[in-house]
C-alpha cells in the first residue's frame, strides 16, 4: 500500500536569495550572507545584492551588470574555469520529498558578461543531509558516491543550446519523481572540462581554458503529484467518516485532485474506489458504511470533472483488513478508501 500528501509550494527555502544575513562585502562570502544557501565544497560561490556598495552590487558588480530576475539579489558561480576548478550552491528544502512523487525543479540563469564562454551542462542532485565536500574541483558521480551522506544521480538540465544569454535571464527546468530520502539541493556542473560542452566565444582559436560564470535567481521545487502506477493498490489518506456523515479533510481534497489531474492528463486510465471498515459494527452496517465512503469519494472526483464512466466504487466492509490484529491502530488503518487505476480495455483490436 502506498500513500500519498503533497502540496504546491516552492519547497526551496530563500529561492530568490531575497532573505540575508548580512549584506555582501566579500567576494566568496554564500555561506555567510545568503540566508539557508551555502557552498558544499571547497569552491567559493558569491552572493549579489543591491544592497552592497561594493563590486557585489546589484546590478553592477566585478563580473558585469545584470538585474534580477525577480527581487534584489542572486547568486553567482563558475560553472567552467581552468583545471576543473567549479563552484556549487546547496539550500535545505522546507521537508523530505514524499518517495514516488513528482517534483518539478525550475531556476533562471544568466551568463555574466566578464565570461570567456558558455556551458551547456547544469545539473542538480539531492541528498539526505548537508554535503560537505573537501574539494575545489567537479562533483563526480564516483566523489558524490565516496560522500559521508546519501544522494541522487546527477540529473542534467534539458538543453537546446548554450547558455550564453548575458541580457535575459533563461529558464531551466525538468521533472523527477523522488526517492523520499531528500532533504537538500545541490546544484552546479557536475562534470569535468574534457567532459562540459563549452563554447569559447572570445578566443576561439587558443588552447588555453577559459572562464563561464553564471548569476542563478529564483529557484524553486514544486510538488506535482504522485507518479500512479497502472494495478496497484493506494490508500487516499486522511479520510474521516463517522455514522451518517463523511468528511474530507484538506489534506485528503488535495490528494483527490492529485488523482483527478493525474487521470485528467491519461484519459486512457479509469479508477476503481473502495471503501473499507474496521471490525466493530455489524456486517450489514458496515457493509452500508463502506459503500457510502467510497461512493462519495467517487461523487468527489466526478464533481471535479471525471466522467462517471471511468470511475467505479464499492463497499468491502471489514472483509478486507490491512492488519488482523484487533487494536485501535489496526482498526485504524482498515478504515480505509482505495483506489486502483487501470488501462481501458480496447474493444476493436
Same mark, same amino acid.
Given at each position: 500500500?502506498?500513500?500519498?500528501? #503533497?502540496?504546491?509550494?516552492?519547497?526551496?527555502?530563500?529561492?530568490?536569495?531575497?532573505?540575508?544575513?548580512? $549584506?555582501?562585502?566579500?567576494? /566568496?562570502? %554564500?555561506?555567510?550572507?545568503?540566508?539557508?544557501?551555502?557552498?558544499?565544497?571547497?569552491?567559493?560561490?558569491?552572493?549579489?545584492?543591491? $544592497?552592497?556598495?561594493?563590486?557585489? #552590487?546589484?546590478?553592477? !558588480?566585478?563580473?558585469?551588470?545584470?538585474?534580477?530576475?525577480?527581487?534584489?539579489? &542572486?547568486?553567482?558561480? &563558475? %560553472?567552467?574555469?581552468?583545471?576543473?576548478?567549479?563552484?556549487?550552491?546547496?539550500?535545505?528544502?522546507?521537508?523530505?520529498?514524499?518517495? #514516488? /512523487?513528482?517534483?518539478?525543479?525550475? %531556476?533562471?540563469?544568466?551568463?555574466?558578461?566578464?565570461?570567456?564562454?558558455?556551458?551547456?551542462?547544469?545539473?542538480?542532485?539531492?541528498?539526505?543531509?548537508?554535503?560537505?565536500?573537501?574539494?575545489?574541483?567537479?562533483?563526480?558521480?564516483?566523489?558524490?558516491?565516496?560522500?559521508?551522506?546519501?544522494?541522487?544521480?546527477?540529473?542534467?538540465?534539458?538543453?537546446?543550446?548554450?547558455?550564453?544569454?548575458?541580457?535575459?535571464?533563461?529558464?531551466?527546468?525538468?521533472?523527477?519523481?523522488?526517492? #523520499?530520502?531528500?532533504?537538500?539541493?545541490?546544484?552546479?556542473?557536475?562534470?569535468?572540462?574534457?567532459?562540459?560542452?563549452?563554447?569559447?566565444?572570445?578566443?576561439?582559436?587558443?588552447?588555453?581554458?577559459?572562464?563561464?560564470?553564471?548569476?542563478?535567481?529564483?529557484? /524553486?521545487?514544486?510538488?506535482?503529484?504522485?507518479?500512479?502506477?497502472?494495478?496497484?493498490?493506494?490508500?487516499?489518506?486522511?479520510?474521516?467518516?463517522?455514522?451518517?456523515?463523511?468528511?474530507?479533510?484538506?489534506?485528503?481534497?488535495?490528494?483527490?485532485?492529485?488523482?483527478?489531474?493525474?487521470?485528467?492528463?491519461?484519459? !486512457?486510465?479509469?479508477?476503481?474506489?473502495?471503501?473499507?471498515?474496521?471490525?466493530?459494527?455489524?456486517?450489514?452496517?458496515?457493509?452500508?458504511?463502506?459503500?457510502?465512503?467510497?461512493?462519495?469519494?467517487?461523487?468527489?472526483?466526478?464533481?471535479?470533472?471525471?466522467?462517471?464512466?471511468?470511475?467505479?466504487?464499492?463497499?468491502?466492509?471489514? /472483509?478486507?483488513?490491512?492488519?488482523?490484529?484487533?487494536?485501535?491502530?489496526?482498526?485504524?488503518?482498515?478504515?480505509?478508501?482505495?483506489?486502483?487505476?487501470?488501462?481501458?480495455?480496447?474493444?476493436?483490436?
Amino acid at each position: 500500500m502506498i500513500s500519498f500528501v #503533497g502540496f504546491s509550494q516552492n519547497m526551496v527555502q530563500n529561492g530568490g536569495f531575497e532573505d540575508f544575513v548580512s $549584506c555582501p562585502v566579500k567576494m /566568496s562570502n %554564500l555561506n555567510k550572507d545568503a540566508e539557508h544557501w551555502s557552498a558544499p565544497t571547497l569552491g567559493t560561490t558569491d552572493y549579489f545584492n543591491e $544592497c552592497s556598495r561594493t563590486k557585489l #552590487g546589484v546590478p553592477m !558588480n566585478f563580473k558585469g551588470k545584470q538585474d534580477p530576475y525577480e527581487g534584489a539579489a &542572486y547568486a553567482g558561480l &563558475y %560553472l567552467f574555469a581552468p583545471r576543473d576548478y567549479r563552484e556549487y550552491i546547496q539550500v535545505p528544502l522546507t521537508e523530505t520529498l514524499e518517495k #514516488g /512523487s513528482r517534483y518539478r525543479l525550475t %531556476l533562471f540563469i544568466s551568463l555574466s558578461e566578464k565570461s570567456d564562454g558558455a556551458v551547456m551542462d547544469m545539473g542538480a542532485v539531492f541528498s539526505e543531509k548537508p554535503l560537505s565536500v573537501h574539494t575545489k574541483r567537479e562533483l563526480s558521480q564516483s566523489e558524490l558516491l565516496s560522500a559521508s551522506t546519501q544522494t541522487t544521480h546527477i540529473k542534467q538540465f534539458p538543453v537546446t543550446g548554450y547558455y550564453q544569454d548575458k541580457q535575459d535571464w533563461m529558464e531551466l527546468s525538468f521533472d523527477m519523481v523522488a526517492k #523520499g530520502f531528500e532533504n537538500h539541493l545541490i546544484l552546479g556542473n557536475f562534470k569535468s572540462n574534457a567532459g562540459t560542452s563549452y563554447l569559447d566565444t572570445q578566443n576561439p582559436s587558443k588552447n588555453e581554458e577559459g572562464y563561464a560564470y553564471y548569476y542563478l535567481d529564483d529557484i /524553486s521545487l514544486t510538488y506535482l503529484g504522485p507518479e500512479y502506477k497502472t494495478d496497484e493498490v493506494y490508500v487516499l489518506d486522511h479520510v474521516n467518516f463517522n455514522f451518517d456523515r463523511f468528511d474530507l479533510q484538506p489534506k485528503a481534497e488535495q490528494s483527490l485532485k492529485d488523482v483527478y489531474k493525474y487521470l485528467e492528463k491519461h484519459p !486512457n486510465l479509469k479508477v476503481a474506489i473502495s471503501g473499507h471498515t474496521d471490525d466493530l459494527g455489524s456486517d450489514k452496517y458496515n457493509d452500508i458504511l463502506s459503500r457510502e465512503r467510497a461512493g462519495s469519494v467517487a461523487q468527489y472526483l466526478i464533481d471535479l470533472g471525471l466522467d462517471k464512466n471511468r470511475i467505479t466504487s464499492r463497499g468491502y466492509g471489514d /472483509s478486507k483488513p490491512l492488519d488482523t490484529t484487533r487494536t485501535d491502530e489496526a482498526r485504524r488503518k482498515n478504515r480505509r478508501v482505495e483506489f486502483v487505476m487501470t488501462k481501458f480495455e480496447d474493444e476493436n483490436p
